[in-house]
């Protein structure tokens, strides 16, 4: 669970930066950490404190149960799989309900492909 976890947060907070067109010293100074603290996250390599975890969603307007439940998923995923889940989940946040409601039934329809 801690590996899935440590994934699926560093995939998301990622996402979430380079959306926003961040380096990793940006946030790293919102929540007064150093860049390697976000970069250890983002690598998977430490699972951040909850301190540092609602500070990170709070910079990359995240909602916290979102990088918690992302870590709960059963699935075994690739490290691209999280990335590329974590990148579509940052575009659909800023899309209109219009605009989702088309990437949904575009989803549905490449389901019913496979």
Same mark, same amino acid.
């Given at each position: =669970?801690?590996?899935?976890?440590?994934?699926?947060?560093?995939?998301?907070?990622?996402?979430?930066?380079?959306?926003?067109?961040?380096?990793?010293?940006?946030?790293?100074?919102?929540?007064?950490?150093?860049?390697?603290?976000? *970069?250890?996250?983002?690598?998977?390599?430490?699972?951040?404190?909850?301190?540092?975890?609602?500070?990170? !969603?709070?910079?990359?307007?995240?909602?916290? =149960?979102?990088?918690?439940?992302?870590?709960? *998923?059963?699935?075994?995923? *690739?490290?691209?799989?999280?990335?590329?889940?974590?990148?579509?989940? =940052?575009?659909?946040?800023?899309? *209109?309900?219009? !605009?989702?409601?088309?990437?949904?039934?575009?989803?549905?329809?490449?389901?019913?492909?496979?």
């Amino acid at each position: =669970m801690t590996d899935a976890l440590k994934q699926a947060i560093g995939s998301r907070v990622k996402a979430a930066r380079e959306r926003k067109g961040w380096t990793q010293e940006e946030p790293a100074a919102k929540i007064a950490k150093a860049p390697e603290s976000v *970069s250890n996250i983002e690598r998977r390599v430490h699972l951040p404190t909850l301190d540092t975890l609602i500070d990170l !969603a709070t910079v990359l307007d995240l909602d916290i =149960m979102e990088l918690i439940e992302a870590g709960r *998923s059963k699935r075994k995923l *690739s490290k691209e799989r999280f990335k590329q889940e974590a990148e579509i989940a =940052m575009i659909v946040r800023d899309l *209109s309900d219009t !605009a989702v409601a088309i990437a949904a039934q575009q989803i549905a329809a490449l389901d019913r492909v496979k």
